[in-house]
């Protein structure tokens, strides 16, 4: 029987994005300018949903969500990966490798529920417009926060406890530029089926509801537009949720578009690039999907941004 070389390991190496020294600056100086551009994108969503009073609805609610969980989405994996690129370092120490698959897998599993809880709520909004503020109430909105939340902890738990079951060899270094949970699998010595058992289960479930909840959503959506007589009414109540539906496009098309991809090349790091596109560059863009598509945003980050603390609002007249 073939014996194979257990060790209790310490640390990871990051291969990252690419491996060319000469690319490092240029890596370095994009991440970190995609970086700043989601924090503060999605910080002044957040800040304009809580300092304008027009903005407290549900709509709003679950948005100023998704913008902090965007936040936290890029910051379990950009940071380590600039660190490690100004350090001129690709490690990761194990507890830290296990502690970035906790977080990455929660931000990405509550970025599936709050999309689905916001195209409920265009639902709502669209097909019972007198009764949206009773049946989106308070109660149910928190509720639906909550339950997502903790849909999330318990899976991320799960999947984290899962890596730590196995034993890993000399072969520690992985081709991304955060711990891809398929990647450490395959650093692993140990028997992983059960782990990608319970991973794939995870993914078809907490996945495919929420965008079985989205698809149907919308299915009932457009019936409903296609009631309405007039075409400026059909447009107004499209346009309510144009930029939900922008948002749902990007992030399962490029996700879907990563696994694709690394279903038919075996090029890991063609595979880490491509998933830059839903997990540093989706995040990046919603504030401005949100922000370019919706007045009501417009006119509360235009508000927020010329205030002036004790002297009210400055500049010119609105």
């Not at 679950?62 to 990966?81: E, Q």
């Not at 490029?254 to 880490?272: E, I, R």
């Not at 830059?276 to 007045?295: A, D, E, G, H, Q």
Request: charge should be neutral; include cysteine; charged fraction near 10%.
């Amino acid at each position: 029987m073939e014996s194979k070389n257990y060790t209790k390991i310490s640390e990871f190496l990051l291969q990252g994005i690419s491996e060319d020294p000469e690319q490092q600056p240029l890596i370095f100086g994009l991440f970190l300018s995609m970086y700043l551009v989601t924090m503060l994108g999605n910080l002044l969503i957040i800040l304009a949903t809580i300092s304008d009073s027009h903005l407290h609805t549900p709509m709003y609610f679950f948005l100023s969500n998704l913008s902090f969980v965007d936040i936290c989405f890029t910051s379990s994996t950009v940071p380590k990966m600039l660190v490690n690129i100004q350090t001129q370092s690709k490690t990761i120490i194990y507890e830290g490798c296990i502690v970035q698959i906790y977080f990455f897998t929660l931000f990405i599993v509550l970025d599936n529920f709050l999309l689905a809880v916001m195209a409920y709520d265009r639902f709502v909004a669209i097909c019972h417009p007198l009764h949206y503020m009773v049946i989106l109430n308070p109660y149910l909105c928190g509720l639906l926060t909550l339950a997502s939340w903790t849909t999330g902890a318990l899976n991320s738990l799960l999947q984290s406890l899962m890596v730590l079951r196995l034993s890993f060899c000399s072969n520690l270094e992985i081709p991304h530029f955060f711990c891809e949970l398929n990647q450490v699998f395959q650093r692993s010595c140990s028997e992983t089926f059960l782990n990608e058992v319970v991973l794939y289960f995870a993914v078809v479930l907490l996945g495919g509801v929420p965008l079985t909840g989205i698809l149907y959503s919308y299915s009932r959506i457009v019936s409903s537009i296609r009631t309405i007589s007039s075409a400026q009414g059909k447009y107004k109540a499209f346009s309510t949720c144009a930029s939900h539906l922008s948002v749902v496009s990007l992030f399962y098309g490029t996700s879907l578009g990563v696994y694709l991809s690394s279903a038919v090349t075996q090029n890991s790091h063609s595979t880490a690039t491509a998933s830059v596109m839903y997990s540093v560059v989706t995040p990046m863009l919603n504030p401005f999907i949100y922000s370019l598509r919706n007045k009501d945003i417009k006119s509360a980050l235009r508000r927020l941004l010329w205030r002036t603390p004790g002297k009210g609002p400055v500049g010119p007249p609105q």
